[in-house]
């Protein structure tokens, strides 16, 4: 008996979803499958199929299974290794400010290409530390982009209104 393990991809962006089929030949009663990542025994399917999204790059996965028959034996899997896109986005810490007033937005990654979105209330969405001035509370998006892969994270900017009070007479 032999098994072959398949993934539909192997050339992915961090976070994105990985199936992976063990196709066994010669075996007609399997037990239990335990799928490895990296050495580490990450779960134990009854089924040949297992969906992650939780790989980083150079993961290696294989899986072992007892192949039940007239001679019992315990099968391992070829290996395979995953190039992982990985882009590390951070739009920063909410803030409140009043009415009227800016914050300064404080971006960071070392993705190739990145915009803040939406463009409208900042001094240039194409920096990663623009200049906010919403009219109300406004929740900015940046977006980080590497060959293929976009990773995007938010952060709030609360604006308070100013609460006149009326003098006494």
Excluded: H, K, M
């Excluded at 962006?13 to 009663?29: M, Y």
């Excluded at 194409?126 to 980080?144: I, R």
């Amino acid at each position: 008996p032999t098994i072959d393990l398949q993934a539909d991809q192997t050339t992915i962006c961090q976070g994105d979803a990985v199936t992976l089929t063990a196709n066994t030949t010669g075996c007609t009663e399997t037990t239990d499958y335990f799928w490895y990542v990296n050495g580490v025994l990450t779960t134990t399917t009854t089924v040949d199929t297992w969906v992650t999204n939780a790989l980083g790059n150079e993961d290696s996965v294989w899986v072992d299974i007892g192949c039940d028959g007239i001679c019992p034996v315990n099968l391992r899997s070829d290996t395979v290794i995953f190039d992982v896109t990985e882009i590390d986005v951070e739009a920063g810490e909410g803030q409140t400010i009043g009415g009227g007033e800016s914050a300064n937005l404080e971006g960071s990654t070392a993705a190739s290409s990145y915009s803040w979105t939406p463009a409208e209330s900042l001094s240039d969405p194409g920096s990663l530390t623009p200049t906010a001035s919403p009219e109300s509370t406004t929740t900015y998006f940046l977006s980080a982009t590497d060959g293929t892969c976009t990773v995007t994270d938010s952060v709030t900017i609360v604006v308070q209104e100013l609460i006149e009070i009326p003098e006494a007479f």
